[in-house]
C-alpha cells in the first residue's frame, strides 16, 4: 500500500526562525509531490510541487526532494505567525490519471 | 486563478434522508476529487473522476455514489445518510500531472 508519512507534531518555533517540515513516502514509483497548507476550519491550499530531485525555491519556502531516500522536506525561512497551519504532503506518479497519496498533515505553531 | 465552489459551506440533515453534496469547477481540469476529512483520519479519497461520465472508486466508497454529466461538475451523493457520514466533505480538481486546488468545503452534521 502507497503510503506517504508525516509527524502529526505541532512543531513549535520562535517567530523568524527556519521550519522544516518532513515527510517520507514508500512508493519508489512516485514522481511528483505537493505541498498544501492548511489553516483551522479552512481547506487545503496547494503551495509547492517538485518533481525533481534537489531544491525547489519559492520566496521563503523550500521543497526538497531526495528520491534516493524517499524523502520529501518543505523549509519555511523567517517563519511567521501566519504560518501556524497544518501541512500536508502529497506524492504520486506523474502523467496520468494518478491519484495523490496524502500524508495526516504536521500542525505548525510560530510563536511571537 | 483557479476557482472552485461547493453548494453549501453547512448542512444539517436527518439520519435516512438522501444528500446532494455539488461541487463546480471553473478551470476545465479533466480530474476532479471527493474527500472527506476527519479529525485524527487525514483526508480520505471517496470517489474520484478523470473524465465526464467516468468514476473510480477511492478508498471510503460505501454509502456514497457521484455523478459527473458535465465537465465541470462534480456530484456526491449520499443515498441513505448516517450519523457516522458527519463529516467535512472537500471537492478537489485538477489538470492531470498537477496539484489539486480545493473548495472550501460544506461542513455536514447528520442527526
Known amino acids: 500500500q502507497k503510503e506517504v508519512e508525516q509527524n502529526s507534531g505541532p512543531l513549535s518555533v520562535p517567530e523568524g526562525a527556519i521550519a522544516s517540515l518532513n515527510c517520507t513516502y514508500s512508493?519508489?514509483?512516485?514522481?511528483?509531490f505537493f505541498w498544501y497548507r492548511q489553516y483551522s476550519g479552512k481547506s487545503p491550499e496547494l503551495i509547492m510541487f517538485i518533481y525533481s530531485n534537489g531544491d525547489k525555491e519559492d520566496g521563503r519556502f523550500t521543497a526538497q526532494l531526495n528520491k534516493a531516500s524517499q524523502y520529501v522536506s518543505l523549509l519555511i525561512r523567517d517563519s511567521q505567525p501566519s504560518d501556524s497551519a497544518t501541512y500536508l504532503c502529497?506524492?504520486?506518479?506523474?502523467?496520468?490519471?494518478?491519484?495523490?497519496?496524502f500524508g495526516r498533515g504536521t500542525s505548525l505553531i510560530v510563536h511571537p | 486563478d483557479v476557482k472552485v465552489t461547493q453548494s453549501s459551506r453547512y448542512l444539517v440533515k436527518r439520519t435516512g434522508e438522501k444528500v446532494f453534496l455539488e461541487c463546480v469547477q471553473d478551470m476545465d481540469h479533466e480530474n476532479m476529487f471527493w474527500y472527506r476529512q476527519d479529525p485524527g483520519l487525514g483526508l480520505r479519497l471517496i470517489y474520484f473522476?478523470?473524465?465526464?461520465?467516468?468514476?473510480e472508486k477511492g478508498d471510503i466508497p460505501e454509502g456514497y455514489s457521484v455523478s459527473r454529466e458535465k465537465k465541470e461538475r462534480f456530484s456526491l451523493i449520499l443515498e441513505s445518510a448516517s450519523t457516522n457520514q458527519t463529516s467535512m466533505y472537500l471537492c478537489?480538481?485538477?489538470?492531470?500531472?498537477?496539484?489539486?486546488?480545493f473548495g472550501p468545503g460544506t461542513r455536514l452534521t447528520v442527526l
Open positions: 473522476s478523470y473524465d465526464v461520465k467516468m468514476k
Open positions: 512508493d519508489r514509483g512516485s514522481q511528483s
Open positions: 502529497a506524492g504520486g506518479q506523474s502523467g496520468g490519471s494518478y491519484i495523490p497519496t
Open positions: 478537489a480538481s485538477r489538470r492531470t500531472g498537477d496539484g489539486q486546488f
